[in-house]
């Protein structure tokens, strides 16, 4: 039946759900730090409480329209509204373009709803709530079950994942003297053994650290101190290596010969 629908309209289709399911992920965002129930009650302007309707929470537009200000006390909303909207609907159509309509597909946009939740959190409040995490590892047993992976990976990839985190927030103690990973970032990369083949692991690492960089700069940039929330970047780049596994192989080179630069050999 999907078929019948030209291609370009189901992209379209695709992004639109993107941009209302973003809205729900700021939502979200918002609510559970505060502990608020994920779904409950209806949205309400954060800075005067007034309920909001559904002409303000069209995604990305009303935002535009209301040149991100809440319509009855005028407070900011700021871009990370929109961004994050415009963020998981580009993240839905790439899922449909590699997998389109399948179980796979629904599992990926699943996940990208919480990467992009975990985002938001993390960029706001420096944490990765136990909760999201575990919901995710959920899903990544879930994708595991789906594209067959073999048993063993279901013990090895999250101990070697969380084996690794740890070691890596270890060393950055002993060498910054203060906590440069923090536990929520160390427990999210047992979802990435979840997800991701070990010989993966490289790019996926690679991949984060040029993304983490890239967050630290704009926090730099933004004047937002030292520490920035590295669980954005880990999230991102475990998107990537799921959605386009073929990165790695077309990277490995790559990715090999410039660790050897750095390192010096
Ligand atoms: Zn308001």
């Known amino acids: 039946m999907v078929d019948l629908i030209n291609i370009e309209i189901q992209f379209f289709i695709v992004f639109l759900f993107g941009l209302v399911f973003g809205s729900f992920a700021t939502a979200v965002a918002y609510r559970v730090p505060l502990d608020i129930g994920w779904v409950s009650g209806r949205s ?8 909001l309707g559904l002409l303000d929470l069209f995604p990305v537009l009303s935002w535009l329209l209301l040149r991100g200000k809440c319509r ?36 990926l946009m699943f996940l990208a709803l919480l990467i992009v939740i975990m985002t938001i959190i993390d960029f706001e409040h420096y944490i990765i709530p136990n909760m999201l995490n575990l919901l995710m590892f959920l899903v990544g047993g879930l ?7 073999e048993g063993l990976h279901f013990v090895l990839g999250p101990i070697v ?20 990973l923090g536990m929520g970032d160390v427990k999210f990369l047992a979802v ?26 704009l926090w ?15 999230g991102m780049a475990m998107f990537v290596c799921v959605t386009f596994p073929a990165v790695h192989y077309k990277w490995q080179g790559f990715v090999a010969s410039v660790t050897l630069n750095i390192i010096g050999v």
Do not use: N
């Open 220 to 234: 730099k940039a933004m004047g937002k101190g030292e520490r920035f929330p590295f669980g954005p970047a880990l």
């Open 72 to 107: 009855y006390c005028k407070a900011s909303f700021g871009v990370g509204y929109p961004a994050a909207e415009l963020l998981l609907a580009v993240m839905f159509v790439l899922v449909y373009w590699q997998f389109s309509f399948s179980l796979l597909s629904a599992i």
């Open 143 to 149: 994708y595991c079950v789906i594209i067959d992976t």
């Open 44 to 51: 309400k302007c954060p800075s005067c409480e007034h309920s």
């Open 161 to 180: 994942g969380l084996s690794i985190g740890y070691s890596l927030r270890t060393l950055m103690w002993v060498w910054k003297g203060k906590e440069g």
């Open 192 to 217: 990435v053994g979840m997800f991701l083949p070990l010989e993966i692991f490289p790019t996926f690492f690679f991949l984060s650290g040029m993304l983490g960089i890239a967050i630290a700069l």
